[in-house]
């Protein structure tokens, strides 16, 4: 059972413009939810995170969004560059727990010039 | 801040051979450190937990006879991959926590390309 799931294997966007890459979760008693960015051959990039009291979180170019009452969560990159091109896991843990990371299948991003 | 290293980054070796993978946090001690494997375009899927100076924790399905994990100490865990066979071929990937905090992310090595012959 996949409790959280990343349902777009891959997005393409043109630099400059909105990427949205969308996560949703299962597991209601998950309160904490990151963005990991990752390249080939590499281990993941902690990008952003959110915690459940809150609805969104802002770093720079990248905003989390998170809809507790439809158990979804967004990563808005704007604008977009190409060295955003990466896979994109989405990832949910909760206070109290194992502190065991759950990870979506991710997304491939391919912003183009 | 908040670096994690993995060593070595890539192992090709035959079957039957036991290798050493190595997990460090360079700037920050980890109470708690994670190992996980990722197979060609799936998820990182977890492996096991590791504890400074207690046992590691599996997860289902995971020998732990087969990936023997040593945590000894706050800044060191170590992943040895047992009488490696060519099913055990993956990408192993290593992660840590700041020591006693909580909704703080984890943070990753950049992982050990294992390929076994």
């Known amino acids: 059972d996949q409790q959280v799931k990343q349902n777009s294997p891959s997005l393409s966007v043109q630099e400059g413009r909105i990427s949205i890459l969308n996560c949703d979760y299962t597991n209601s008693m998950f309160d904490y939810f990151l963005w990991y960015k990752k390249y080939p051959a590499e281990g993941p990039t902690f990008l952003i995170s959110i915690s459940s009291i809150k609805d969104k979180n802002e770093d720079g170019r990248f905003t989390v969004f998170l809809n507790k009452s439809a158990k979804h969560l967004s990563l808005h990159i704007v604008p977009s560059q190409p060295g955003d091109s990466a896979v994109y896991f989405c990832?949910?843990?909760?206070?109290?727990?194992?502190?065991?990371?759950?990870f979506g299948k991710g997304t491939k991003l391919t912003v183009n010039p | 801040g908040a670096v994690v290293s993995q060593h070595p980054s890539r192992v090709i070796c035959k079957s039957g051979t036991s290798v050493k993978i190595e997990c460090r946090s360079l700037d920050f001690q980890a109470t708690t450190m994670f190992w996980y494997r990722q197979f060609p375009k799936q998820s990182l899927m977890l492996m096991a937990t590791s504890n400074e100076g207690s046992k590691a924790t599996y997860e289902q399905g995971v020998e732990k006879d087969k990936f023997l994990i040593n945590h000894a100490s706050l800044t060191l865990s170590t992943l040895t991959v047992t009488s490696a066979h060519p099913e055990d071929s993956s990408f192993y990937i290593c992660s840590a926590k700041v020591g006693g905090s909580s909704n703080q992310p984890q943070h990753f090595g950049d992982g050990t390309r294992l390929s076994i012959l």
């Open positions: 990832a949910a843990d909760y206070q109290g727990g194992s502190e065991k990371l759950v």
